[in-house]
């Protein structure tokens, strides 16, 4: 099978190749950058709590590495395969580039649902799955991160099973791990506050304020969507529904998210949560509301349902939650959106500040993180705004169209081996 038969994979390359179209790259540096410079799949062998052995499918696939060491997370989710896998890693590479790190494309994952297995189990899968990929892993070579699935947790054992191996403590092998190890102040919620920043700065570009008239709907209330919804909830606007995989909550007047946030937190599923009127995931999406942020998982606004889609502003939280067709159909009724690779890009800018303070042992307060990741966000966004304007086009080929323009000065500089 090609990895182009794919539909997240074709997705992403499909808009590379419009965004190189409309930039009029060199279509030797597009080829370059077609298919995944690495890729390896591993058996997962693990014993069940029951005795028996269980055998799951993982990979990691490192995408571009022009710029830096590989960096993407670990996804633990049961749609993960080669071509998913190898198409997040591409979005990767082109999210560091947009922002500017001197860091390459990587992503990993496990085929499983990870809430089917006990801690234990976990733990285990966790061990076994980094000694299968500590070969082309490492903290100058590509470093993992959480992702969909995964945690705190899943680093600190990932962390401590390639330090095993290599003898001695090596922080800067992951990021996203807990502050007691190495973690940096401000990464749990990082990927969250970028969302809010993004959105602050398009209502800024559109002349607008974000109030308590401002309605926001959020897919996925979770490692993403609850930190989006605090801080646009601080910043004064209505988050009005927010959802889980048991279906979504809905109040006009605002939901309580701090009380939202500790019922889930609790291990609560949101339709049980009083004085809220359930709806569905679906019906969430279509909601007449200024912001919608989809931040659960890829794929979830396509052609289908694109033309009810409502919302003003679209932030993808998530990676790919927007098909390129869904794209297409609402940028052409004037909505606008903040493509993902900028938008949910908060979360690897403070991994590559954990990366730095563990290489240099040297840690940084939260005011600095806080600052640093906005003023990054904030460079970033305008940059794709005006590249937009610039080449009369929409924020998703302009984020593209700037992530292309570093890599190929870079790919340049660097030649292509043998020459
Ligand atoms: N998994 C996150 C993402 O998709 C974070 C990656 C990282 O921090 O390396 O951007």
Avoid at 28 to 42: C, D, F, G, H
Avoid at 126 to 137: F, H, L
Avoid at 293 to 322: F, Q, S, Y
Avoid at 365 to 391: C, G, P, R, W
Wanted: proline share 4%; glycine share 10%; hydrophobic share 40%.
């Amino acid at each position: 099978m090609s990895l182009f038969d794919a539909p997240l994979f074709k997705d992403a390359y499909e808009q590379l190749e419009d965004a190189a179209d409309v930039m009029g790259l060199d279509r030797n540096i597009l080829e370059r950058l077609k298919y995944p410079k690495r890729a390896l799949q591993v058996a997962v062998p693990i014993r069940l709590d029951d005795g028996s052995v269980r055998t799951f499918q993982g990979y990691r696939v490192q995408h571009n590495m022009t710029l830096g060491p590989g960096k993407g997370g670990i996804r633990f989710h049961p749609g993960v395969d080669l071509s998913e896998t190898a198409a997040l890693a591409m979005l990767m590479t082109f999210k560091c580039a947009l922002v500017g790190l001197p860091l390459g494309g990587a992503k990993g994952g496990i085929e499983v649902d990870p809430t089917t297995l006990s801690r234990q189990e976990l733990q285990s899968l966790t061990r076994r799955y980094c000694t299968e990929i500590s070969m082309i892993i490492g903290p100058n070579t590509d470093i993992p991160a959480p992702d969909i699935g995964t945690d705190g947790q899943t680093m600190a054992w990932f962390m401590d099973t390639y330090s095993q191996l290599k003898g001695y403590t090596i922080p800067g092998v992951v990021t996203g791990k807990p502050i007691a190890i190495g973690g940096s102040l401000g990464r749990a919620e990082s990927t969250g506050k970028g969302v809010a920043f993004c959105v602050n700065f398009a209502y800024q570009k559109l002349d607008k304020v974000i109030d308590k008239n401002t309605t926001v709907a959020i897919h996925g209330f979770g490692k993403v969507g609850v930190p989006a919804a605090e801080d646009l909830a601080a910043q004064g606007a209505r988050i009005v529904a927010i959802s889980d995989v048991s279906g979504a909550v809905y109040n006009e007047n605002g939901l309580d998210i701090e009380k939202c946030s500790q019922w889930t937190q609790s291990g609560k599923l949101l339709k049980d949560l009083d004085g809220v009127k359930l709806i569905s995931n679906e019906e969430l999406l279509e909601l007449d509301v200024d912001v919608l942020i989809p931040a659960a998982i890829d794929g979830v606004v396509t052609k289908e349902n694109a033309p009810r889609i409502k919302a003003k502003i679209i932030a993808e939280g998530a990676n790919g939650p927007l098909t390129k067709e869904a794209i297409q159909i609402i940028s052409a009724r004037g909505g606008f959106i903040i493509p993902d690779i900028l938008c949910n890009a908060g979360g690897v800018i403070v991994s590559y500040f954990e990366w730095v303070q563990g290489l240099q042992n040297f840690f940084w307060d939260l005011d600095q993180i806080n600052s640093k990741l906005h003023d990054i966000l904030k460079d970033s966004f305008d940059n794709v705004f005006e590249t937009a304007t610039k080449y009369n086009t929409d924020m998703k080929k302009a984020a593209f169209i700037v992530a292309l323009a570093r890599i190929e000065r870079a790919m340049r500089l660097r030649g292509l081996f043998p020459a």
